[in-house]
């Protein structure tokens, strides 16, 4: 997984992760990349600073003294506790976060989820073999290129962090 700072053109900056940059690629080309604040798919990587892990081979010379052992498991917080990423969100962040969680739960409480068979009951129905009707379920990335490429119109269902972040 590969996590990019991204710009939309607006200047809103946020954040996604991506399988790999091929993946982000594919995604910006379809449209599928959008900005969380005005709903703009045109975005772009931002400039990131690289995160270098630490070796421990150079001791810098203006670091701070080593604390002694009982100290220093003071300071440090148990492992139930250890510091989680967190953000600020802007008020229209809540507020579209609330709208997707509202679509969300509309679409499940007004779909059939057919799980595993979704491509193709989805195919039936743009055939007219079937009657439409609102369905929900599963496809693999291959999957959804191919129902894509066939014409065949469907959105991922919009999925949110728990409540508790």
Not at 44 to 58: F, S, V
Not at 66 to 85: H, K, N, R, T
Not at 126 to 143: L, P, Q, T, V
Request: glycine share 4%; charged share 30%.
């Amino acid at each position: 997984m590969i996590r990019y700072a991204l710009l939309c053109e607006k200047k809103h900056a946020f954040e996604s992760w991506f399988p790999n940059s091929a993946a982000f690629d594919r995604q910006v080309k379809r449209g599928l990349v959008t900005c969380p604040v005005c709903g703009s798919a045109k975005v772009e990587k931002a400039l990131m600073t690289p995160q270098l892990a630490r070796t421990g081979k150079h001791k810098s010379t203006d670091e701070a003294p080593a604390m002694p052992p009982a100290e220093a498991a003071a300071a440090e917080p148990p492992a139930s506790e250890a510091p989680a990423p967190v953000a600020m969100m802007s008020p229209q962040e809540v507020a579209l976060r609330s709208k997707l969680k509202e679509l969300r739960e509309h679409l499940v409480a007004n779909a059939e989820n057919v799980g595993r068979s979704f491509p193709d009951e989805a195919r039936k129905m743009h055939y007219g073999e079937i009657e439409h009707r609102s369905i929900y379920g599963e496809a693999s990335a291959e999957e959804a290129k191919e129902l894509s490429e066939e014409g065949i119109e469907f959105h991922p269902l919009p999925v949110l962090p728990d409540d508790r972040n």
